[in-house]
């Protein structure tokens, strides 16, 4: 009797393990989840935070500025714009905007994220100078995330469309883009002016 019920309990004490480890995983699953966030600068830095090539920014970055919706558009003369934080340390320390003006042939729109990390604070002064714009030299790493990426084989994952090593700090910073809608977009920076307004 003794050996049957050390059994039951054994058994009993097995499922609720399973029970309890598949309920973690769950609840692991829902939380990288990123499309269930309502908070857009929240879901912006949970899709950023899955992409390898800026996990690791996010690790040893002085600061960063996150621009949750850039949106771009026009026809002949055509522009971006987009609000933003930045962030130091991984709080908010200011507020920030995105403009950008571009001539040339361009038709429909695009909307993107981005960020630009900050690799010391030398890097960090220079951007919250706030008269900061990006020279033509500028590239951003484009970034896909979801189902419909190209290189990936599962979804929610991410890919970078330049290789690893391009995703490195030019003059103190490091920028990415991240299309809406899962395709392939690459941002030019040249022209994108910041301002900044520093939060007391």
Known sequence: MKHLMSKTTYLLFMILSLFFTTQALADNHNK????????S???????????????????NAYGYALF???????????????DGHVYKKGRITGDTTLTQLSVGFQLGGQAYSEIIFFQNEAAYQKFTSGNFEFSAQAS????????????????????AGKSAAAASYVNGMATFTLAKGGLMYEAALAGQKFTFDKRD
């Open 32 to 39: 990288s989840d990123c499309s269930q966030i309502d908070n």
């Open 41 to 59: 600068y929240k879901k912006a830095t949970c899709n950023f935070k899955k992409a390898k090539e800026t996990r690791q920014f996010f690790n």
């Open 140 to 159: 951003a790493v484009a970034i896909v995330i979801g189902a419909n990426a190209q290189t990936s084989t599962t979804g929610n994952s991410a890919s």
């Open 68 to 82: 949750p919706t850039v949106g771009k558009g026009g026809f002949v003369v055509g522009g971006a714009y987009g």
